[in-house]
């Protein structure tokens, strides 16, 4: 074949090439699939002229809030689903999420209900989710996924904002519109309850029933304390001398003009006004049998101390009363193993003494296994019958508890808090005193440097309570690998080992302290138990002294 010949069949080729593609200039370059997202970022103002970052399984892109709250962001081969980012000034980072797959167009709306939804889907903070964003990240934007966690919010908000039905992610939102009605509404919760968006995310990214915990945070708050919220609280009596009274009662506190409402034996209604001593403590009314004082925790837990000013115990101070908000917690959530700190007696005329004990619950509330110990460490394991082992819930709030663990029937009451950690106070029938429980974790090390404000209340083997300390202290050393820090106060240095005598629990070694210049000081061996995310621990010293006592964080 000549060169000639050669050269035409190439061209021939290259000409019908180019005309199945589209070539010869009479065809367009192929266009690359987009995807576009767009929605309105709103707090329930519109977040005019905001930087709104987009990160999706393929591709990135960033737009600027309009006036209205609108943004557009158009993506090259974007591929979804995608995480969503707007930066308010002067306020914190919201974020969003859209499920799907490949290019297209699509609506998501970025506000503080998408930032719950997204903590939910997460089960962590929503900014680790988007700054990641990895496969991982990814597979957990699903629209079944995303239906759950609306649910969950939705339940966790019932009561404070009504979202039934409302999907904030993809629903219509517009200045005034229903949904940016809801977002007002969070908005003037939060406000009330003086808690934080954050605080909120962060207690539905705990996980479980969020119901309990986030209904508590949204009650609206006193106005220099966070911890005293409105609502309906337990009222346990600890050391209550009648035996035929039950021990406990229920009160509503009214935090905005600081009233407790109850009802009396004879099924009267009182209201009794709280005076504000500041930093969350709060003066009774002083009446012909005394005084009392009540000291309101983060959380709302409340120690309330009465001092007698007449009959045989006048002068006396006890602690009168423990105030746990109360809140609806399912049964089956007590399954898992107790770690128990009790103040008991047998009977209404002997002496207090104080021990630990570990019960084990199952799904159904009953209590499979129990080891009570003494103060001075001796342990035995009590035998379970077949009926009244357990736990019961009962209709007008918390639980009834009989058998082995109280060896009568008893009440219970059950606090989840913010990062889900369960604990609970019970009060023993007859008089005999009461346990406060904690749900078994390992304790981690604090670290140097953590500075702990807190009242110190105490409890004697007669009953009464009387010191109230306020002590500051400083962990100044943590070793790691034996499990102990050291922590500093003006008077003494203290050495903790975690998780002894038992997991969740603390210990000091007896005579194990110094002053802060390092001489040799003596002190009690104690056994602490703190509960997790309420500020409240409880402790007893070990034998021979065996007294109780309850630590409140200070604000």
Same mark, same amino acid.
């Given at each position: ?160 904002? %009504?979202?039934?039905?409302? %999907? ?279 670290? &140097? ?16 309570? &009387? ?33 002894? &005598? ?52 200070? &604000?």
């Amino acid at each position: 074949m000549s060169i000639l010949r050669q050269s035409q069949l190439a061209a021939g080729v290259m000409a019908a090439l180019l005309s199945a593609c589209g070539g010869g200039g009479g065809g367009s370059a192929p266009v690359t699939p987009s995807l576009t997202l767009t929605g309105t970022a709103a707090t329930g103002a519109a977040i005019a002229g905001a930087p709104v970052q987009v990160k999706c399984a393929s591709g990135t892109g960033s737009a600027t809030s309009a006036a209205d709250g609108r943004y557009t962001v158009e993506i090259a081969a974007g591929s979804l689903p995608c995480a969503l980012t707007v930066q308010p000034a002067g306020g914190s980072a919201l974020h969003s999420v859209i499920e799907g797959s490949g290019p297209g167009t699509v609506t998501v709306n970025i506000s503080p209900l998408t930032e719950l939804v997204v903590a939910r889907l997460a089960g962590g903070t929503p900014a680790d989710l988007v700054a990641s964003f990895d496969s991982a990240a990814q597979a957990k934007v699903t629209r079944s996924r995303l239906d759950a966690a609306i649910v969950d919010v939705a339940a966790a908000l019932q009561g404070t904002i %009504d979202l039934a039905g409302v %999907d904030p992610l993809k629903d219509a939102l517009a200045v005034g519109n229903a949904l940016d009605q809801k977002l007002d509404a969070l908005n003037a919760a939060l406000a009330a309850a003086r808690t934080s968006l954050a605080d909120v995310a962060a207690a539905l990214a705990a996980g479980g029933d969020a119901s309990a915990s986030v209904g508590t945070m949204l009650q609206p708050a006193a106005a220099n304390c966070a911890g005293l919220r409105s609502g309906r609280y337990a009222w346990l009596s600890p050391v209550e001398n009648d035996p035929s009274a039950p021990g406990y009662a229920f009160v509503t506190i009214d935090a905005a003009v600081l009233t407790v409402g109850y009802r009396d034996g004879a099924g009267v209604d009182h209201s009794a006004m709280l005076t504000d001593d500041g930093s969350c403590t709060y003066s009774g009314p002083v009446d012909a049998q005394g005084s009392s004082k009540f000291l309101v925790s983060s959380s709302g837990i409340t120690i309330k101390r009465d001092t007698d000013s007449s009959g045989p115990q006048a002068g006396l101070t006890f602690v009168g009363g423990i105030l746990v908000p109360l809140q609806a917690i399912p049964l089956a959530e007590l399954a898992g193993t107790w770690n128990v700190m009790k103040y008991y007696r047998e009977t209404v005329t002997t002496a207090f003494a104080a021990g630990r004990a570990t019960m084990v619950v199952d799904g159904a509330g009953k209590l499979t296994a129990l080891t009570g110990c003494d103060s001075a460490g001796m342990c035995q394991e009590r035998s379970i019958g077949n009926n009244g082992d357990g736990f019961t819930a009962n209709a007008d709030g918390g639980f009834d508890i009989g058998g082995s663990a109280t060896e009568a029937s008893s009440r219970a009451f059950a606090y989840k808090a913010a990062d889900g950690s369960l604990s609970m106070f019970m009060k023993y029938s007859g008089g005999r005193g009461f346990m406060i429980l904690a749900k078994q974790a390992a304790l981690p090390l604090p670290d &140097p440097g953590t500075v702990s404000n807190y009242w110190d209340v105490s409890f004697t083997s007669s009953g009464s309570s &009387p010191t109230l300390v306020e002590q500051s202290t400083t962990v100044t050393a943590v070793d790691a690998a034996a499990g102990t820090y050291t922590r500093t106060s003006t008077s003494r240095v203290d050495r903790y080992k975690v998780d002894d &005598p038992q997991a969740g629990m603390r210990s000091r070694a007896a005579n194990s302290c110094t002053t802060p210049a390092g001489a040799a000081l003596a002190c009690s061996g104690i056994v602490a138990m703190p509960l997790p995310g309420t500020g409240i621990t409880s402790y007893f010293t070990v034998a021979p002294q065996s007294d109780f006592g309850i630590t409140i964080a200070r &604000p």
